[in-house]
């Protein structure tokens, strides 16, 4: 693989940090289910402290870089130009639960364009990024969306609006967790995705990761950052998806 940059060698390190933290506290889950007083003060307790180390660790090595966070929202600097876009455990749910699938997403945007992208699974031990131009990675391995080019072979993702609307057209799944679908669009384990009204930090990362590793998205450009209409998906397919769900 080429040379990462220093923006991504932060992420990364931060990301690891923070998966320790998220890693003790799932172990903990189990436990809680059964109590009286439940998991879920707990888990938001996990989401503000994971993205407590992750502003903590960006900040220490670019201190003036801005942020968009899930718990925090807006944190301006003196850098308003670069913002950091993080969710520190993207689904929450299937966590809170005790299901092993969620991540931390973090991305970096610069005068409004993805630059760098770190999806990371803790539990699975596997980590996705993205830089622009320079392709996208599933483990230091470079990767590249499926090359099916008939809807019949694919399998797509969704909320349950999307489920619901679109079942049986296309062969669906709801995983709960945007940044890894669209992680694994990126590496070919999924052939698309589509959601509506879901908010930038869920799917900044996953974004630059699917056009990376060859993969086409919509523009999102025109929405607001809490009530986005994303459409991801390999090339081949793209148009096909798009179509399928043009009432969506």
Not at 41 to 48: A, E, F, G, N, R
Not at 109 to 136: R, T
Not at 150 to 166: A, H, I, P, Q, T
Not at 205 to 218: P, Q
Request: glycine content about 6%.
């Amino acid at each position: 693989m080429n040379s990462i940059s220093p923006n991504l060698n932060v992420m990364i390190r931060a990301s690891e940090k923070a998966s320790k933290i998220i890693i003790r506290d799932f172990g903990e889950i189990e436990n809680l289910q059964v109590s009286k007083k439940g998991p879920r003060d707990y888990v938001t307790k996990t989401d503000k402290r994971v993205e407590e180390i992750l502003i903590d660790e960006l900040s220490k090595a670019k201190k003036n870089i801005s942020f968009l966070t899930e718990e925090s929202g807006i944190i301006e600097k003196s850098d308003k130009d670069k913002v950091w876009i993080i969710d520190p455990i993207d689904g929450t749910t299937n966590f809170l639960h005790g299901i092993p699938h969620f991540a931390i997403s973090i991305a970096l945007k610069i005068d409004g364009e993805l630059k760098s992208a770190l999806i990371h699974d803790p539990i699975k031990n596997e980590l996705y990024f993205a830089e622009q131009n320079n392709g996208a990675y599933f483990n230091n391995q470079r990767i590249r969306v499926s090359k099916k080019n008939s809807l019949d072979d694919c399998l797509f993702s969704s909320d349950s609006n999307g489920l619901k609307l679109v079942f049986p057209r296309l062969n669906m799944r709801n995983s709960g967790c945007a940044a890894l679908d669209l992680a694994y669009v990126g590496s070919g384990r999924l052939d698309g995705y589509f959601h509506n009204k879901i908010n930038l930090w869920d799917i900044a990362a996953g974004i630059l990761i699917v056009k990376e590793a060859g993969g086409a998205t919509n523009d999102i450009s025109g929405y607001e950052d809490n009530n986005i209409n994303i459409r991801a998906a390999s090339s081949n397919i793209f148009t096909k998806m798009v179509e399928k769900i043009d009432k969506f």
